[in-house]
């Protein structure tokens, strides 16, 4: 078959579907209705992906030491910014960072403040909770050199606490964006210290305000480590240890797990682990996702082959008349072929389109249904999943017309012209 030939069944088969405006259109709404589930859907699940690795890599550690319990649920709460209920021994500290696999090694302990009520609900105060991690800047920073100062107006004069201070904080971006707070001033939070019948509300000067990471350092109160031991009572405790190793890889990490699991209190948790088990829990409500997508792609292809043949079995006489003048088997079954075909790229070409301009609403509208303890976007449309979109949508346009074009090529003339002559 050469180009001109090509040609001019595709425009014929264009203006076929002209004949049929609103079906025609109807039938392409259909088939981008699908497509655009299909691209949002998997541009959620790559998205997701993206933002879990994208999070833990953000803690800054390869590995965490922490109390025994569920390490998983510890590490989702520390990429959501919570806190574990459980604390190690502050000796634990001195023991591990004498082990020689390890590069570097910053002790961190969680707690969480109320704050002073901001909100009002049925005109009443209404409790408002933040977290207060504990950090040496020094070594904290090591891990995660993406920390910077804010600066600006209000923020020129910003620094990190100094190690012995007892009232110095410094603020995470988002903390200091909702309290309104900036470099010297104060800020008020009780804390209820272990052991004690009584909370104590306590004043802190901000010394510093961190840049966005869009981590859950955003949401964080960043003090002493000596200081909030002090302030929560618990001054032998820690809640984990950040670990980097020198020598990263599964074999050194299970020598690294084996020889601190000998201690009875710790668990050694690899971000690694927690990030495959993530995105394992992640992909169970993937195929979900996918089998939904699967059913919107059928109800869509079963419109076109719907549309074609309804088209076919109206233009009957015509296409009689066309075999009657020579219109070979396949010619006709190439023009009734191509229109299925034209209907289904139109359709996967509009859909990504509206994806990719409705990618924005499809985040916020995921984010409203659920909590999903992730920073950043969790919405990535990549060229590579429109490519996918607009060839899958196409290949099965191709399957759903071979129907409709073998039945319309396979009308005996006569016949053909007797029941179009008849409609």
Partial sequence: MNQPILMRYTTLAFRNLRRRRVRTALTVAGVALAVMVGVALGGFMLGYRGAIDRSIDMLGFQVMIMAKGCPYEAATMMLKGGTGLLYLPADTFDKVRSDQAVESITPVFVGVAQKEGSGIRDGAKEAAFTVISGVEPASYLVMKPWLRLKAGAGF????????????????????????????????????????????????????????????????????????????????????????????????????????????????????????????????????????????????????????????????????????????????????????????????????????????????????????????GSIVSITPKVLAYAVLGSTALGCFAGLYPAWRASSMRPVDAIREGASQ
């Fill in 156 to 375: 020129e004069n910003g620094r990190w606490f100094k190690p012995e201070s007892e009232d110095e904080i410094v603020l995470g971006f988002e903390a200091a964006e909702y309290e309104q707070r900036k470099v010297g001033d104060d800020f008020y939070a009780t804390i209820q210290p272990a052991g004690k019948p009584d909370a104590l509300r306590r004043r802190f000067k901000v010394v510093g305000v961190l840049e966005r990471t869009g981590t859950q350092d955003d949401g964080t109160v960043f003090m002493p480590i000596r200081a909030a031991r002090l302030a929560f009572n618990r001054p032998n405790e820690l809640t984990i240890l950040g670990i980097k190793l020198k020598d990263f890889n599964s074999f050194k990490l299970r020598e690294f797990e084996n020889r601190w699991l000998k201690l009875p209190e710790v668990q050694v948790v690899g971000l690694q682990q927690v990030k495959t088990t993530l995105i394992g829990l992640v992909a169970t409500a993937q195929t979900m996702i996918a089998a939904v997508a699967a059913i919107a792609i059928l109800v869509a292809l079963l419109g076109v082959v719907n549309a074609i043949l309804m088209s076919v079995y109206e233009r009957t006489g015509e296409i009689g008349i066309m075999k009657a003048l020579g219109a070979r088997r396949g010619d006709i079954f190439q023009l009734v072929w191509l229109e299925t075909l034209i209907l289904c790229l139109l359709g996967s070409l509009v859909g990504s389109a509206a994806a990719v301009v409705g990618a924005g609403v499809v985040e916020r509208a995921i984010r409203s249904l659920a909590d999903l303890g992730v920073s």
